[in-house]
């Protein structure tokens, strides 16, 4: 039997485990991520996060999907950037490699953090939605009834049919409210609706600017608050976008693995 320390976080509902690999002593893989996140048999978990040391960056933040699938987890990166604080690799602010490339991120007051996301080059107008890549895919589906939507049935029907099925795609449902955005989210590799998405939420964002919403974007998903800036360089290019919001630790533990 092996023990092995965890530690649990959340942002704004989407929740994550975090383990400390800076000695560089657990073998992680597709097998663990599927048991650790394993809500039944395991600690439960939006997805796990392994935070490793670097030769360029701070740290490396190596992301698993519950399934065992890898991408960019934007709130999962906010997690990480205060986990790395706690663990004395970085100050208030921070350079880190992540999934989709490097991202500067700093740590405001009340461990609220603001994460630099890469630039966007493309927005696709789709049967479903609107396509946007933020180091996940996304499909931005505008709705009117976001509290009333089936998002684990409309979500998963769009992730399954012919265009999305081999690499998946995360599905928004979108209610704009003024310059607030309402937001839920079925999220690929959770396979289910998560209480909020950090790349989710950043496309939606995105997706807003196109019906006259004007950055920073407020943001209202079930898991709490967030808000989105961004410089629109023409309909389908956005830099300098930052995704700002909550990270907390929730409680730590040990796990015994066989
Ligand atoms: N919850 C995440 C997104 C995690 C990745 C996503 N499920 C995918 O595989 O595309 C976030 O906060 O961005």
Do not use: W
Not at 113 to 120: F, N, R
């Amino acid at each position: 039997m092996t023990q092995l320390p965890f530690f649990k976080y959340q942002a704004t509902g989407n929740d994550f485990i975090l383990l400390d690999n800076t000695s560089n002593d657990i073998n992680h893989s597709v097998d663990l991520a599927k048991k650790l996140c394993d809500r039944k048999f395991g600690i439960g978990s939006d997805g796990l996060i392994v935070i490793q040391n670097h030769p360029d960056y701070d740290f490396e933040m190596v992301f698993y999907n519950p399934d065992g699938s890898q991408s960019l987890c934007g709130n999962g990166s906010r997690c990480a950037v205060n986990f790395a604080k706690k663990l004395g690799l970085i100050s208030s602010s921070t350079t880190f490699l992540a999934h989709d490339g490097p991202h500067e991120a700093s740590i405001l007051e009340d461990g609220i953090v603001k994460l630099k996301m890469s630039d966007v080059h493309s927005v696709r107008e789709m049967d479903d939605g609107i396509f946007i890549d933020t180091g996940s895919p996304h499909l931005v589906d505008f709705v009117f009834n976001h509290k009333t939507i089936n998002v684990f049935k409309e979500g998963k029907s769009i992730r399954n049919n012919n265009t999305f099925k081999e690499k998946g795609v995360n599905v928004n449902f979108v209610e704009v409210e003024g310059n607030t955005i309402h937001v839920r989210t079925y999220e690929r590799g959770v396979e289910d609706e998560t209480l909020s998405c950090g790349t989710g939420v950043t496309a939606a964002a995105l997706a807003s600017s196109g019906k006259g919403l004007k950055s920073p974007i407020a943001i209202k998903t079930k898991g709490g608050e967030l808000e989105v800036a961004f410089q629109k360089v023409s309909e389908t290019e956005f830099k300098n976008i930052y995704l700002i919001g909550p990270a907390l630790e929730v409680f730590t533990g040990v796990i015994e693995l066989n």
